[in-house]
C-alpha cells in the first residue's frame, strides 16, 4: 500500500525482453538503499512492482503482461523518468490518499492551462468505465500521484498541479497528449460493491 507521495524521480536504464514479459532496471538518487530488501514492492509511475534485484542506486523488477497490457509501462524507453514511492509502513504518515498501485486504466492528457502559480490539467478516460469512480474533490492517482478531483465533464477530468508537485514529480514534464496512468479511489471501488451487493440480495 502507497500514499501517492512521490519520494524520487528515477530513471529506466535497463530494459530487457523475457519468454513475452519484461524485467526493468530503474536509478535513483533520494531513495534509502539501505532500507530496500529484495521482495519489497515499490511504485513505480504508479504500478506496484516487486524488487528482485537491488544496486548501490538501482533496483530491477519483473513486470508482467497483464501490468504491461494496461498501463504505460510498455512504451516506456530507456531514459524515461519515472515517479517512485516506497511501501508505507505502520506509523507512516498519510499525506495523500491510499493507492495500491493496481492501476485501473489509461487517460489522456488533453490540455494543461496556467493558473496563477498552479497548472490546471484535463485528462480524457481512455475507457470511460471509470468515470463512475470518479467524482469532485474526489482522490485520483496519476502516474502513482495522489490528487484531487476539482472537475468532471464527460469522460474528462481535472486536476490542479501546484509548483511543488510539477518540480518533484514527472508530472510537470507532461504535454497534451502524453498518456498517464491511473488509480481510482479504493474506497469508490469498495463502496460499488456494497451498492451492487445490496440491490442483487434485494432482488433475490
Known amino acids: 500500500m502507497f500514499a501517492g507521495i512521490v519520494q524520487d524521480v528515477g530513471r ?5 525482453q523475457r519468454q513475452g514479459d519484461l524485467r526493468m532496471g530503474f ?5 534509502a538503499p539501505a532500507g530496500m ?3 519489497d514492492s515499490i511504485c513505480v509511475q504508479g504500478c506496484c512492482l516487486t524488487i528482485v534485484e537491488l544496486e548501490q542506486r538501482g533496483f530491477r523488477a519483473d513486470v508482467s503482461r497483464e501490468t504491461l497490457a494496461v498501463t504505460t509501462l510498455s512504451e516506456m524507453r530507456l531514459g524515461a523518468r519515472v515517479n517512485l514511492e516506497l511501501a508505507l509502513k505502520i506509523g507512516d504518515p ?13 487517460g489522456q492528457v488533453v490540455a494543461i492551462d ?23 474533490k474526489g482522490s485520483i492517482a ?7 478531483v476539482n472537475e468532471v465533464h464527460h469522460d474528462i477530468f481535472r486536476v490542479n498541479l501546484i509548483p511543488h508537485t510539477r ?10 497528449a502524453a498518456f498517464v496512468n491511473l488509480e481510482v479511489d479504493l474506497m ?6 456494497l451498492l451492487r451487493h445490496s440491490s442483487e440480495s434485494e432482488s433475490d
Open 142 to 148: 496519476v502516474d502513482g500521484v495522489s490528487l484531487t
Open 12 to 16: 529506466l536504464v535497463f530494459r530487457e
Open 167 to 176: 518540480q518533484v514529480t514527472t508530472l510537470g514534464s507532461l504535454g497534451p
Open 94 to 106: 498519510l499525506g495523500g490518499h491510499l493507492v495500491t498501485g493496481h492501476v485501473d486504466g489509461l
Open 114 to 136: 496556467d493558473d496563477a502559480r498552479s497548472s490546471r490539467m484535463d485528462v480524457a478516460l481512455v475507457d470511460d468505465v471509470l468515470l463512475r469512480y470518479i467524482a469532485r
Open 27 to 31: 536509478e535513483f538518487e533520494r531513495l
Open 188 to 193: 469508490a471501488r469498495y463502496a460499488e460493491r
Open 37 to 39: 530488501r529484495l521482495g
